[in-house]
Structure formats: structure tokens, C-alpha cells
């Protein structure tokens, strides 16, 4: 998925910190059964979220236990057993991957076309077996991904409009978990929310990247409308960081107030964790330029 959504675990307490884990080893372990191991390189702690999401909404069980597994061989971890379904979790990410995998293919660089080109053979057949439960949800993404790839050829979008396809994504991800009419309309709000801080995000993290290499970036487009010199060195710009700091605050409130209205139970400690201090944490260190996607912080102190 993205490797945006995240708990901050200087608050966590050890037994949070655990069952945390345990889901997330649980979707890797559940992600190699139903679809083969190489989907599993793919996983993010943003199914972590998406599971105990659905785990709490739908009051779904979860059983944990002390497994080894290809990350610990030498020593057991807390795993969410067989008996706990995080299927839901395991092909969303799945549909996420291969959807991205085919956009990589069509408009990224070569290093990331030869990546994707590399992956995609084994998503294919996994991708149909995620279809098979969930092909609206998929035709949802793969319109929201036609929609983005349209914008970047365009090369002229603003931020609100550059956000909406990732929004539309996740309004659709989390829209799928609500029992009722009212968990399903807040659930849609707070995945459209969470799609639109995650994308601004993302683009504030590439731009040093995007103008280095000339890709699409709409805060590049922002910079040049409001004739924003920068050429990627040293800090960003103050008024660049003011415009993420205003859309990042603006979703990042809208979604707590869904998420208030949602008054999820189960797993609260660690889900008010990630709502009101992991987003925000990880957007700082974005902002700081210490954030690292394969879960490391890079040294340095980072304001919460």
C-alpha cells in the first residue's frame, strides 16, 4: 500500500505494541496462503490499520500466537492465527499493489517500470483471486487510477483535484467495512479523508525527487502558479510547507471527527494512537525530511 499509516510507538504500551505486530505478521502469513509469497514483500503497516478497522467495526475475532516466520526464523513473535479473518485486509492490499504496478508500468521512470515489470507475473493470478469476493471494489480502484493517470498527463491539476483519485480510493476501501447505512456513509468519509492526507503526503515527500527528475508533482504546479522559486535544495519552501500544513490539518480534523463519530471499541488504545499521533508524526518527519518507508526512523529529533 502506501507506508504512510502508522502508530507511533513511543506511546504505545508493550501489549499494544504486540497485538499491533501480531495483525500485521497475520496479514503477511494470510496474504502468503491465499495469494504466494511474493505479495507478502509488499505489505505495509497500512493493513495493520485496515484490519484492526475492520477487526473493530465488524467485532471479528482475533486470535493470537507465538509463531517463527521468515523475518524472525530464530525466534518467535506474537501472530495472528489462522482462526482471525484478515482476509479483508490481505486483498485490499493485493488490489492496491496490482492496480500501482500497472500504473508504474505506464508512467514511472525505467527503474520503476523494470520493477514493476518484475512483480506484476506474480499479482496476476493474485489479483484474480482477490476479484473474485471483491470486483466492485476493484473496478472502484482501477477507475480512481484511470482518473489519476489522466490528471498526470494533464500536468495542470491543483491540490484538491490531484487528491481526489487516492481520496476516491480509500472512500471505497474503508466504505466496504460499515454493517449499516451510517457505518458505511462515516467509514466513506474518514477513507476519503485519510485518502487525500496520504496523497499530499506522498507529494510532499517526492518533490525534491519530481524536480530533479521532471515528474509530476502538483505542489510543483502550486510553485510555478505562484511563482516559487526553489530549485530542491535545503529545506522547502515556507509557503509550500504552509499549503501541506493547511490541507494535512484540514483532513487530518475531519477525519478524527468521523472517526469520533465511528466509537469504535475494540482495539481503541491503538487506533486513537494512529489517528491522533501516528498521521501526524509521520506527515512531521515527511516535512523534516527523516521520514523512511521501510518503517526506520532516520536520526534526528522530529516535533509531534
Not at 273 to 278: A, Q, S
Not at 281 to 301: I, L, M, S
Request: aromatic share 12%.
Amino acid at each position: 500500500m502506501f507506508g504512510y499509516i502508522r502508530a507511533y510507538k513511543p506511546y504505545m504500551r508493550m501489549f499494544e505494541y504486540e497485538i499491533y505486530r501480531s495483525v500485521y505478521c497475520g496479514i503477511c502469513k494470510d496474504m502468503h496462503r491465499r495469494f504466494g509469497f511474493m505479495t507478502r514483500l509488499t505489505l505495509s503497516y497500512d493493513s495493520a490499520f485496515l484490519a484492526l478497522v475492520d477487526l473493530s467495526v465488524r467485532g471479528k475475532k482475533l486470535s493470537v500466537k507465538n509463531e517463527r516466520c521468515i523475518a524472525h526464523p530464530w525466534k518467535k513473535t506474537m501472530c495472528a492465527a489462522c482462526g482471525s479473518d484478515l482476509s479483508y485486509a490481505s486483498s485490499v492490499s493485493v488490489l492496491l499493489t496490482y492496480h500501482k504496478l500497472r500504473d508504474d508500468i505506464a508512467d514511472k521512470g525505467f527503474k520503476k517500470k523494470l520493477i514493476a515489470y518484475s512483480l506484476l507475473p506474480f499479482f496476476k493470478k493474485a489479483y484474480k483471486r482477490a476479484c473474485v469476493k471483491y470486483k466492485p471494489l476493484s473496478d472502484r480502484i482501477s477507475e480512481a487510477m484511470k482518473l489519476q493517470t489522466a490528471l498526470e498527463k494533464d500536468k495542470s491539476a491543483g491540490i484538491d483535484a490531484a487528491c481526489e483519485p487516492t481520496a476516491l480510493m480509500m472512500q471505497a476501501v474503508f466504505g466496504e467495512i460499515g454493517r449499516n447505512q451510517r457505518e458505511k456513509a462515516l467509514l466513506a468519509r474518514f477513507g476519503y479523508c485519510l485518502g487525500r492526507f496520504i496523497y499530499i503526503t506522498d507529494a510532499l515527500d517526492d518533490l525534491k525527487k519530481d524536480i530533479e527528475q521532471g515528474g509530476y508533482n502538483p505542489l510543483i504546479i502550486y510553485m510555478r502558479s505562484h511563482d516559487i522559486q526553489w530549485d530542491g535544495q535545503g529545506r522547502f519552501p515556507k509557503q509550500i510547507r504552509e499549503l501541506c500544513d493547511a490541507t494535512v490539518n484540514m483532513s487530518l480534523g475531519q477525519l478524527a471527527d468521523c472517526y469520533v463519530a465511528l466509537d469504535m471499541q475494540r482495539f481503541r488504545d491503538i487506533l486513537d494512537n494512529i489517528v491522533y499521533l501516528g498521521l501526524k508524526y509521520t506527515y512531521n518527519q515527511v516535512k523534516q525530511e527523516k521520514f523512511n518507508k521501510r518503517n526506520k526512523d532516520r536520526k534526528g529529533t522530529t516535533q509531534l
